[in-house]
């Protein structure tokens, strides 16, 4: 999850012994104060000894931190850990850093010898909503073969256990963020016993979203009129003037992964400039519309920072689709279309909710090991939820949500702020307080 421009530069810092795929599971040394290690995990744990696959670690040398192990969650699905070292650690409070072992990990499929679908890559990089060409879904569907259903959120939650017990460690602190916060979720759901606490930033809920989109699409023009409010250049009615720019032939998928990646933004929280943009388009100077749609693209995203591949291998498992199940998939989606109201998609519409990534990418995907979740759907552990205000990735409603589904959660939401709240300094400070206070 991504402003491009910015975040390339952040994902790439990544020293080549931090990113070794060695096979050796000796330790060797990365960055300093941190040693690098190799995690051997089966691609497939009902059979042990079949084909494995190298995961890289990175773990503090500070052994005997008081407060144990923080294992940071990356995003996506696709984002590796280990080359995310240092920005990562920007994003930490040094008070904790002292008092915890600071450990990440590359999940399965990422990195530089993860997924890389190289036509899927190239049209929809790291993005969740660009429609995916048919062709590049199918290329990457038979690149992956017989394991493509082996890279599912339980997969992954079972590596981090292997982890644990790597580390020699009864429990783990984690922090994930929007697919790391499903991650840890899902990881306290199976092993709570397993866990000191949860920092959950910016939400994807355990149970799992509507692949449609519809939360999202309802959630954006409210956000869009707080962020207008917030703004006093902002004399106009956005979340007008985005509708209208839908119904007369801009893509609605373009302009979601457009306003989303906006709202990752830390320099430019409150979205700035935005309504400027859509009034000009609507007004027939599309110049400025043009160039944030450029300046927002996911489609040249190296496949080390955001695996395309691994992104649409884990979603297909993970999510419940209105086909699953039904042996006409074409059919099944055409009838949960036609049950779409409009009016709660607006400013969006149904062609975007059919369009996006997740629905085309995974009507194509060869039917595979579906996810499976821990009967349990209420977190045990301490946990703290952030969210910003202005998130136009996760709706605000997914943090509310999984308050109400936790035992013991604090809701923490930053005004003005957008998706991944540690990087905003109050975020940062909530997670300082509800780690060591």
């Not at 990440?104 to 190289?118: A, L």
């Not at 995203?301 to 209105?322: E, V």
Request: glycine fraction near 8%.
């Amino acid at each position: 999850m991504r402003t491009i421009r910015l975040l390339c530069a952040l994902l790439l810092v990544c020293l080549a012994s931090a990113c070794s795929s060695s096979k050796s599971a000796e330790s060797q040394p990365c960055t300093p104060g941190f040693t690098c290690t190799t995690l051997h995990v089966p691609l497939d744990r009902q059979r042990p000894d079949g084909p494995s696959l190298n995961l890289a670690v990175a773990a503090a040398d500070n052994t005997d931190a008081p407060r144990g192990v923080l294992l940071v969650l990356t995003g996506g699905p696709g984002q590796p850990g280990v080359p995310l070292l240092t920005s990562v650690r920007r994003n930490i409070h040094s008070d904790v850093l002292r008092e915890y072992r600071l450990v990440m990990f590359s999940q399965r499929g990422t990195g530089p010898n993860g997924i890389n679908c190289r036509a899927l890559q190239g049209t929809v990089g790291g993005s969740d909503f660009l429609t995916p060409p048919p062709d590049a879904v199918d290329q990457c569907a038979q690149q992956l073969g017989s394991d493509l259903g082996y890279y599912g959120t339980p997969d992954t939650v079972d590596d981090i256990e292997q982890l644990r017990q790597s580390l020699d460690v009864d429990r783990l602190t984690l922090d994930g963020t929007s697919y790391g916060s499903f991650t840890a979720a899902q990881y306290g759901l199976k092993y709570p016993d397993r866990v000191r606490a949860l920092v959950l930033d910016s939400v994807v809920p355990h149970k799992g979203f509507d692949p449609l989109g519809v939360d999202l699409m309802t959630a954006t023009g409210g956000v869009l009129k707080a962020a207008c409010k917030q703004d006093p250049a902002c004399t106009t009615d956005p979340v007008a003037d985005l509708a209208w720019l839908i119904q007369h032939g801009v893509s609605g998928t373009d302009l979601m992964e457009t306003l989303s990646v906006a709202s990752l933004n830390s320099v430019n929280p409150s979205l700035k400039g935005i309504p400027a943009v859509l009034r000009s388009a609507r007004n027939g100077d599309d110049t400025g519309l043009k160039q944030m749609l450029q300046r927002t693209t996911s489609k040249d995203l190296p496949y080390n920072t955001l695996s395309a591949g691994l992104h649409l291998a884990t979603l297909c498992s993970d999510l419940r689709y209105p086909w699953s199940g039904k042996p006409d998939r074409q059919q099944a989606l055409d009838d949960a279309v036609r049950r779409l109201d409009p009016k709660r998609l607006y400013p969006y519409d149904v062609a975007t909710a059919r369009n996006q990534l997740m629905i085309q990418g995974c009507l194509r995907w060869p039917a595979a090991r579906v996810s499976t979740y821990p009967a349990a759907q209420e977190l045990q552990p301490r946990t703290l939820i952030l969210h910003g205000s202005n998130d136009l990735f996760c709706p605000l409603d997914w943090a509310k949500w999984e308050k109400a589904h936790a035992k013991a959660a604090q809701l923490v939401v930053v005004p003005g702020s957008g998706h991944s709240v540690q990087r905003d300094p109050r975020g940062r400070e909530a997670v300082r307080k509800f780690l060591l206070e």
